[in-house]
């Protein structure tokens, strides 16, 4: 088997897997006050300070969640609803129009239950957004704006953000500015401190942690209310019994990726680059989505014209290749990824279009067994394709 | 699969048969939302969800289709498009002969499969003739046998030879969590079951006359001759009683005056159906035969002659509520289960210049 869809999920680390069945085998509620709470307690705590350490951020800024989807509602709508609680003005939303569904569809709910007004930052045919089009809109909404939201790098086609420069025009108009890293952590350099954003997004399981962990790290005087309420046991911005072992796997996971990325991405970069090549070499009308420089390491994301990335999907996994139309899916039905529409695709060529992503387990067998059942797979995928004619 | 026990069993008996199976449950609405509140439809989440852990109980891949442009151009607008015509269509028929066996086989060849697998009750052999099921209740060769050669060349029926409570046993001894799951027996895109409203919200309101078949004295209005069926009783709303008291049924409806006829029950009858887009598998005609004239109908023994894609049948015993746009199916009696000969769609029925004298004898 030949596993390609490392941005869905990847492999849980060793030495993560190792400390979270540790944690699991000593019992303690991290909010106890006894003995074994204690433990549980330390075991956190120290695990929130190998996290900060690895993101440059203070132990104080990381929050922990069930993971990305969590984190990201929590920035844009706790925020938004802090902001504007200090000024009722303050009730638009930016996003760009490329951002995962847990941002975009969280700032559409706002939209609609709690009247915000949304501008979505329109991106280039790579899915870079322009900081200046994010000046302009400070510019002109700028006591209006409460938060501000866009993701270090793309989910589905890589695509690397202007990170500082746009956390940088938001600070300077006293905005708060989120950005979900969670594809971006353990693949490329991310430095909360050196960012200038005031609350950030990751998750455990794109990292070799487990699923269902993750953290928001949230400046320590940015504003932010709760989506959960109970114990609050996070900082009172998040509530529910922390997950010890999960916690202390993430933060073996983070530190990890963090240590080694820079190695992991040279090293899945030029096999990406390997993959890329021997596709077009193969498949040369083949379509290579995003930013051909400014991409993660581990992405490489094609339409190929004339195909049903579904219909590729289903040809490929009957030969043992798992990969992603890399869009979101609803009943299971692919709908055409509204990141490449952003892009300026057409309908066809976003229906088209798959992702291939490398991780740490990855090796050039996954790229040859890729190679050896490419061709003929598009083959056939063009042929379906004429089922679409009505009869 | 539709997420239903029959599919389900019908996927686990050709993979257990040594094929090399894949799950494909349809999408046909093009909003999921539209359908989901109603658990009636049979493309709901929830039947997604469904499909897909019968796929994993058997040990299939899984997968969903997005065939809802298709569906709603070939099935529901066709229905609509019928209704507005006077005729009463039969969608299931046509999601088979235009989806299942046409959008979804065509696709499923041009990916490398052989054959598209359903949980039709309804059997087809080695000898390529497609049967009726032994659960005859359950048969459903009536909405399949508007499929052509070439498609039935490629379809697979497994349960043919199995009643639907053998199915559902089977289902349970397999571990799949469908085989107590209601059969499903609405169309399945009205999801609240409301045809009448339905076709009320695609084609509006047209008011129009109900008249008298003798004498075409207007007995009362309604509200859309869409929502009429041949043979239909209740609901005609009439102030004038007839004549002779009895019951008045609908006759026939006439979409160029949007008119609803009605008369007595006896004007019901007709011993004559013309129908054209014929299927014809067998031999010669005229053949002495049985035809079904609307879905789990009786049989009625006939005499059908098929010639340039028109076909007459005449009836040995009168037929009643006969409705343009369902489909005559013409079966020839087996042991090993009702052969189909073919079919086509019904454009009249008629009573012949015999049946009229003899009605009007024995209404005098």
Known sequence: ?391 | MSGGVDSAVAAARAHDAGHDVTGVHLALARNPQTYRTGARGCCTLEDSRDARRAADVIGIPFYVWDMADQFHENVVDDFVAEYAAGRTPNPCLRCNEKIKFAAVLDRAVALGFDAVVTGHHARLGADGLLRRSVDLPKDQSYVLAVLTRAQLDRAVFPLGDSTKAQVREEAAARGLAVADKPDSHDICFIADGDTKGFLERKLGSAPGDIVDSRTGEKLGTHNGAYAYTIGQRKGLDLRVPAPDGRPRYVLSITPKTNTVTVGAREELSVDTVTASRVIWHDSATPVECEVQLRAHGEVVPASVTVADDALTARLHETARGVAAGQAIVAYRRDPAGDIVLGSATITAGVASADLQTSGGAARA
């Open chain 1, 1 to 391: 088997m030949a596993y390609l869809d490392h941005a869905a999920t990847t492999p849980m680390l060793e030495e993560a897997l190792e400390a979270y069945v540790s944690a699991s085998r000593s019992v303690g509620n991290p909010s106890s006050l006894h003995a074994a709470g204690r433990c549980a307690r330390r075991l956190v705590e120290e695990s929130r300070e190998r996290i900060a350490a690895a993101l440059a951020a203070r132990p104080s800024e990381v929050v922990f969640t069930s993971g990305g989807t969590e984190s990201d509602n929590l920035a844009t709508k706790g925020i938004f609803w802090s902001q504007r609680a200090t000024s009722l003005n303050r009730t638009r939303v930016i996003a760009s129009a490329v951002e995962h569904h847990a941002v975009l569809d969280a700032v559409d709910w706002l939209n609609t239950h709690e009247g915000a007004a949304v501008s979505l930052l329109p991106v280039d045919d790579h899915g870079r957004v322009d900081p200046a089009e994010l000046a302009e809109l400070i510019d002109r909404y700028k006591d209006e704006i409460a938060v501000i939201s866009v993701q270090w790098a793309n989910n589905e086609i890589g695509t690397v953000q202007p990170i500082a420069e746009l956390a940088r025009l938001a600070a300077e108009a006293g905005i708060p500015f989120h950005t979900d890293a969670v594809q971006a952590v353990g693949q490329i350099p991310v430095d909360f401190a050196a960012s200038g954003a005031a609350a950030l997004t990751v998750t455990g399981h794109k990292l070799g942690g487990p699923v269902g962990v993750g953290a928001l790290l949230l400046g320590r005087d940015v504003a932010c209310t709760p989506l959960l309420h109970g114990g609050g046991q996070e900082r009172d911005v998040r509530s529910g019994t922390l997950d010890t072992a999960g916690v202390a796997a993430f933060a073996v996971a983070v530190e990890s990726a963090v240590k080694s990325q820079q190695e992991s991405a040279t090293r899945v970069g030029a096999l990406r680059d390997e993959l890329v090549n021997r596709v077009r070499a193969v498949v040369p009308d083949a379509i290579l989505n995003g930013d051909p420089a400014d991409r993660l390491p581990g992405n490489a994301h094609f339409s190929f014209p004339g195909c049903e990335g579904d219909a590729l999907l289903l040809l490929l996994d009957a030969q043992g290749i798992s990969c992603s139309t890399g869009s979101a899916c609803s009943a299971g039905v692919a709908q055409p990824s509204h990141v490449l529409i952003a892009m300026g695709a057409d309908d066809d060529r976003a229906r088209s279009s798959l992702r291939f992503t490398l991780g740490h387990t990855s090796t050039v067998e996954d790229v040859d067994a890729l190679l050896a059942a490419l061709p003929g797979a598009v083959e056939r995928a063009r042929r379906a394709t004429a089922w679409k004619t009505p009869r």
